[in-house]
C-alpha cells in the first residue's frame, strides 16, 4: 500500500507536534545548566579581594604633586593614554593648575595600579559647605575605551577653558566635579584597539565583570567583592554625590535605572515571531537567541525619579551629535526612543553599579554608551570628543536644579544622617556631617519629609522652578519621651525606656527604601519569575560582551 504524500506531511506535524513540548523542556534544561556553569566559573575564577584601604584620602594628597610636571603648553594627544601616559597627564595637569585641580587615588586595582580622581573646581582642596558633588566614571570595563579619553579631554577642557568661558566658570565656580578616567586600568592594558567585540580586558584582573560586583536591590549578588569595587563603595560612602555617570561602549545610549527588575515578564508572540521568521544570511532559519533570551525579562523597571531620570538621561542625549536620533547601530539591532532608555527594559542585570548608587546612597547615576566600537580605532577620537563635548559638560550642570538646602537642631547645629525623601517618592536620601541634602526635581509642587533619631519629624512644603534651584532649610525639634516611658505609671506595668523609645521612633520613622543600610533583594520577588530573571540577567551578560 503506497503512501501519499499528504499522509507524510501529517505524520510529519504529528511529529512535530509531538516533538514541540520535548525541545522546549531541553531548551529549559540547557539555559538552567548554562546558567549554573555561568555561576560556578564567576566563582572559581575569583580569589578574594584585598581590604580596602583603612585610611581613605578624599581630598588632596601632596604626595602627587610634583613641580617638575608644571607644563602650561601641554596638550592632550587624541590618541589612547596607557595607564603610565595617563597618570603622567593627570598629575601634570594637578601641577600646572593648582588652583583649579586636586589628584587624589580612592584605592589601588587588584594588580596595584592607583585609582586616579581628579577634582575640577574652583575649590579643589577642600568641600565648600553646600556646594554639590558631581562625579564622572569611565572604563569600567577595561576594553570599552572611549570614556576614559573622553574624561582626559574634559579634564583638560574645563581647566583650559576656566578664564574664558563663562558657562565652564559659572560650573566649577559652585560645583565640585570629581573625574575618574579608569575605574578598570588592569583590564585595559590587555584589551586591543580595534576590537569592536569581545571580552579581552573586559573584566578586572581577577575575571570578575565590574559593572556586576555591586550590592543589588531585586536579587541577592553574591559575587565576590573585587578591590575596585570596594574602593568605590568606599569612595561614595564617604562624600555625597548628587550626580553622576558613568561611561560605556558599545551601543549609542543614555541608560537609566533600575537595571534589574523584580518581575519577569514573556512576550510569547515576540517570541515566537523570532523563532519562526528570523531569516539568515542564506535564507535559512536562524534564531537570534540574544532576542529570545531578552523576550523573558525586556520591561521597564521604573524607579519613584522616572521623570527626573528620563530628563537627565535627555539632556545629554540632545546635547550629543547624534545619540538622540536612536539609529541601531548596525541594522537590525535595537534602537532607542530619543536616544534614552531604562536599563531593565534593554537588558537587565544584577549588581551594577547605577542602581547601587541610587538606592544605597541617593544619587542620581545614568550610564552612557558612547560608541557602538567598544574600543575604536584612535583617529576617529576627535569626532568622539566633538560629539560628546557639549553634553559632558551640560549634564553636570543637572546638579543645579530641584531643591537643596540644611537640616540642623534647635541650637543650629546641623543634623548628620538625617533621612530625607521626596512625599511619593520613596527611594531616599541623607544629610552630610553638616546638614547638608540636595535632590534633582523637576519643576513643580512637592512635599518633604525629614526624620532623625531623637527629633520630632518634618514635612514641608514647596515648590521647584525651573530657573534655580530651591533653597530650602529645616529645623528639627527634640522629642518628647514616650508616654509610656515616663516614671508617672506604676513600675509594673512600665515598658524598659529603651524598648519603648524604640517603638516610639518605629511608628515615627517613615517609610523609604535606600540608605547605607539598605537590605540585598529587598525587593518583592514572585517564583518562576525571580528564577528567569537570574537566567536572564546571566545569558545577557554573555551577550553583552560580544556586542
Known amino acids: 500500500m503506497e503512501t501519499s504524500n499528504e499522509d507524510v506531511e501529517d505524520d510529519k ?17 540547557v539555559v538552567g545548566f548554562f546558567y549554573v556553569y555561568l555561576t560556578a566559573v564567576q566563582y572559581i575564577r575569583g580569589q578574594e579581594a584585598n581590604q580596602p ?7 588632596y594628597d601632596p604626595q602627587y604633586y610634583d613641580e617638575n610636571l608644571i607644563s602650561s603648553s601641554n596638550t592632550l594627544d587624541f590618541e589612547y593614554h596607557n595607564y603610565a601616559k595617563m597618570t ?3 598629575r601634570s595637569m594637578s601641577a600646572t593648575y593648582p588652583n583649579l585641580t586636586a589628584l587624589y587615588s580612592i584605592g589601588k586595582s587588584v594588580q596595584g595600579r592607583e585609582l586616579w580622581v581628579m577634582v575640577v573646581s574652583a575649590s579643589p582642596y577642600e568641600h565648600i559647605v553646600g556646594q554639590p558633588n558631581v562625579k564622572y566614571v569611565a572604563n569600567m570595563h577595561g576594553n570599552e575605551a572611549v570614556g576614559r579619553e573622553m574624561l582626559l579631554h574634559l579634564i583638560e577642557y574645563l581647566t583650559k577653558s576656566y578664564t574664558t568661558d563663562d558657562y565652564v566658570r559659572w560650573l566649577l565656580d559652585n560645583t565640585r566635579i570629581h573625574i575618574m578616567p579608569s575605574m578598570n586600568p588592569d583590564g585595559f592594558e590587555v584589551a586591543k584597539e580595534g576590537v569592536c567585540r569581545g571580552g579581552q580586558g573586559r573584566y ?34 564617604k562624600i555625597q554625590f548628587v550626580l553622576s555617570a558613568n561611561l560605556h561602549g558599545g551601543a549609542l545610549v543614555a541608560s537609566y535605572p533600575f537595571d534589574n527588575s523584580p518581575n519577569t515578564t514573556l512576550d510569547w508572540s515576540q517570541l515566537l515571531h523570532i523563532l519562526n521568521t528570523t531569516q539568515g544570511k542564506d535564507g535559512r532559519e536562524e534564531v537570534d537567541y540574544r532576542s529570545v533570551f531578552q523576550q523573558f525579562t525586556s520591561t521597564p523597571s521604573l524607579t519613584p525619579d522616572e521623570d527626573v531620570f528620563r530628563h537627565i538621561a535627555g539632556v545629554y542625549s540632545f546635547n550629543h551629535a547624534s545619540m538622540h536620533l536612536g539609529l541601531p547601530c548596525k541594522p537590525g539591532a535595537h534602537s ?21 548608587n541610587y538606592v544605597w546612597h541617593g544619587c542620581m547615576d545614568v550610564t552612557i554608551e558612547l560608541s557602538c566600537c567598544k574600543y ?22 543637572e546638579v543645579h536644579r530641584g531643591v537643596r538646602g540644611f537640616v540642623k537642631d534647635e ?3 546641623p543634623v548628620e544622617g538625617a533621612s530625607i525623601k521626596i512625599r511619593g517618592r520613596d ?20 512635599t518633604i519629609e525629614v526624620y532623625a533619631g531623637g527629633f520630632d519629624p518634618r514635612e514641608e512644603d514647596f515648590t521647584v522652578v525651573e530657573t534655580n534651584p530651591t533653597l530650602l532649610n529645616l529645623t528639627l525639634y527634640r522629642a518628647a519621651p514616650p508616654p509610656d516611658a515616663l516614671p508617672s505609671r506604676p513600675q509594673q506595668e512600665q515598658q524598659p525606656q529603651s524598648a519603648a523609645g524604640d517603638r516610639h521612633e518605629a511608628q515615627r520613622r517613615p517609610s523609604y527604601v535606600g540608605g547605607p543600610n539598605q537590605q540585598q533583594g529587598a525587593a518583592p520577588q514572585s517564583g518562576i519569575s525571580g528564577f528567569l530573571s537570574s537566567i536572564s540577567s546571566q545569558i545577557s551578560n554573555v551577550f553583552s560582551i560580544f556586542g
Not at 53 to 59: A, D, F, I, L, N
Not at 380 to 392: R, T
Open 427 to 446: 527611594v531616599g536620601f541623607q544629610t552630610t556631617k553638616y546638614g547638608e541634602y540636595w535632590r534633582v526635581l523637576l519643576p513643580g509642587r512637592y
Open 376 to 397: 575604536p580605532t584612535a583617529d576617529q577620537l576627535p569626532k568622539f570628543w566633538a560629539d560628546n563635548k557639549k553634553a559632558l559638560v551640560r549634564y553636570l550642570a
Open 53 to 59: 584601604p583603612t585610611s581613605y584620602q578624599p581630598h
Open 88 to 90: 603622567d597627564f593627570v
Open 336 to 356: 532607542f526612543s530619543n536616544g534614552t532608555t531604562n536599563g531593565a527594559a534593554w537588558y537587565p542585570l544584577t549588581g551594577g553599579m547605577q542602581d547601587y
Open 204 to 237: 578586572n584582573a581577577r575575571g570578575f565583570d565590574l559593572n556586576r560586583n555591586f550590592p543589588d536591590y531585586f536579587k541577592q549578588n553574591n559575587k565576590r567583592n573585587q578591590a575596585e569595587t570596594e574602593a568605590v563603595k568606599q569612595w561614595v560612602s
Open 411 to 413: 541650637q543650629g547645629r
Open 13 to 29: 506535524r504529528r511529529w512535530w507536534c509531538t516533538m514541540k513540548p520535548a525541545m522546549w523542556y531541553l531548551i529549559m534544561i
